[in-house]
């Protein structure tokens, strides 16, 4: 097992639509296992297949919540059904995110409160979880990542602009650019 180089925004991985996973094998099976080293070293709550350059649609995922329960898995081939998003502006204080592609950033983003995700797992075996608050978030996260969407693109104004100068600034949003988590110190 070793930890992945997780890609940044620009890397044309990240912004495409990623392909149904047709088989689960052992070279799945170490993906995986290295996705959860990856996520862990980064850290992060959540950690999607092309962030790690596979064009591959599963995710996965590790969060603790408010009375101490553990959300770990991968989702593998996920839909993801969500409540009608919020109206409003997202506040910088409970809605702010990040990404492990666009390190070190965080801007707010309005997110449905609720979210029942429905995949597969490791053994072929179909689940599903009706999440609320902050693992809706997380699902909405990563399962947009699968379409090639990043929540940077999501952003309203005034933080899209904020978000894109940010980009421009640290120079990405061009591909070939990553970074390794436990060697090279981003905060997220
Ligand atoms: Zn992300």
């Known amino acids: ?10 890397e044309p991985v ?24 990856t996520m862990a070293a ?8 092309p962030q ?20 770990r898995g991968v989702a593998i081939n996920p839909e993801l059904l969500v409540s009608p998003g919020p109206i409003g502006e997202a506040d910088e204080e409970v809605d702010s995110e990040g ?7 965080r801007f707010p983003l309005l997110r449905s409160e609720r979210a029942v995700l429905r995949a597969i797992d490791l053994d072929g075996e179909p689940f599903d979880i009706e999440a609320t608050g ?5 699902f909405q996260h990563e ?4 379409d090639g969407v990043l ?21 990405w949003g061009v591909p070939g650019q990553s970074w390794l988590p436990g060697r090279d110190h981003l905060e997220d």
């Open 42 to 49: 980064a850290p992060g709550v959540g950690l999607a297949a």
């Open 1 to 10: 097992m070793a930890a992945l180089p997780i890609r940044i925004t620009g």
């Open 99 to 105: 990404c492990l592609s666009v390190p070190g950033e």
């Open 52 to 71: 790690v350059g596979v064009d591959a649609r599963l995710f996965v995922f590790d969060w603790t919540d408010d009375d101490a329960v553990r959300w």
């Open 14 to 37: 990240l912004h495409s639509v990623a392909a149904e996973v047709e088989v689960i094998d052992d070279a799945l099976r170490a993906l995986v296992a290295d996705m959860f080293e």
């Open 134 to 138: 902050w693992l809706a978030r997380i």
């Open 151 to 171: 929540y940077v693109d999501r952003l309203a104004h005034p933080f899209s602009k904020a978000a894109a100068k940010a980009i421009r600034k640290r120079s």
């Open 143 to 146: 399962y947009d990542h699968l």
